[in-house]
């Protein structure tokens, strides 16, 4: 990702997320074990606060798509200009 920021390429992460909310992206929890002052504390986080992706596209209707991926080419031919 590192490499296409310094070619001026942009990447778009598309993630085909679950109608139920119970099974959806958005619900799903992150842990990660810290080490503070010498004692271990878990911090529990939403996965996609730490999503490693810059930009990400969450699509919950697979017939939407398309229309989806238009907007985000409106969007970013408008940027450039």
């Known amino acids: 990702l ?3 920021e310094e070619n001026d390429q942009t ?4 993630i085909l997320d679950s109608k139920d909310s119970k099974e959806s ?3 799903i ?4 074990v810290l080490n503070e002052d010498g004692k271990m504390n878990i911090k529990i986080s939403n996965y996609m606060d730490d999503f490693p992706f810059k930009y990400y596209l ?3 209707d697979i017939a939407a798509l398309p229309r ?4 985000i ?3 970013y031919f408008e940027s450039t200009k």
């Open 11 to 14: 990447y778009i992460f598309v």
């Open 29 to 32: 929890k992150s842990t990660k």
């Open 58 to 60: 969450i699509v919950k």
């Open 25 to 27: 992206i958005l619900n």
């Open 68 to 71: 989806y991926l238009v907007e």
């Open 73 to 75: 080419l409106r969007q």
């Open 2 to 4: 590192k490499e296409a």
